[in-house]
C-alpha cells in the first residue's frame, strides 16, 4: 500500500487588534483533521492582547511574525505569503474560525 504525504497548509492570519474572537479563531485551527498546516501570525503593529493571547498556544506549527510598520490588509498578506512553506495557502481572519474538517474536506477538491 502506497503512503500518500499529507501537503503542508500554510495558514495566514492577518491580525490587527483582533482579540475579541482571537482564542476561538485559533482553536479552530488547531483543532483541524488535518494536521500537517503552519499558522503565518501576521500582527500588523497590535495594540491590543492579541499577541499574548497566541503566545499562551503551545503549538509549533505557530509562528508568529510583527510587522515593521502597519500597513494595508493586502500587503500585511504579501508581505505574510513570503513566510510560508506550504504547498496551499488559505487565509482565516482573527474573527472567523472553522469547521474541525475545513481544511480535509478542501484539500479533496484539489
Known amino acids: 500500500m502506497k503512503s500518500e504525504k499529507k501537503p503542508l497548509i500554510s495558514i495566514i492570519m492577518n ?3 483582533g482579540e475579541t474572537y ?5 482553536k479552530s485551527i ?3 483533521t488535518h494536521t ?3 499558522l503565518i501570525f501576521w500582527d500588523n503593529k497590535s495594540t491590543d492582547k492579541s499577541s499574548e493571547i497566541l503566545s499562551k498556544f503551545n503549538d509549533r506549527r505557530l509562528k508568529y511574525f510583527c510587522a515593521d510598520q502597519h500597513t494595508t490588509l ?3 498578506r ?3 505569503i513570503k513566510k ?3 504547498e496551499f495557502i488559505t487565509f482565516l481572519d482573527t474573527d472567523d474560525w472553522w469547521a474541525s474538517n475545513k481544511l480535509e474536506l478542501q484539500l479533496k477538491l484539489f
Not at 22 to 26: A, D, G, H, R, V
Request: proline letters at 0%; aromatic letters at 14%; one cysteine or more.
Open 15 to 17: 491580525c490587527f487588534n
Open 22 to 26: 482571537l482564542k476561538e479563531s485559533i
Open 30 to 32: 488547531i483543532s483541524q
Open 36 to 38: 500537517n498546516w503552519e
Open 74 to 76: 493586502y500587503k500585511a
Open 78 to 80: 504579501n508581505l505574510a
Open 84 to 86: 510560508t512553506q506550504g
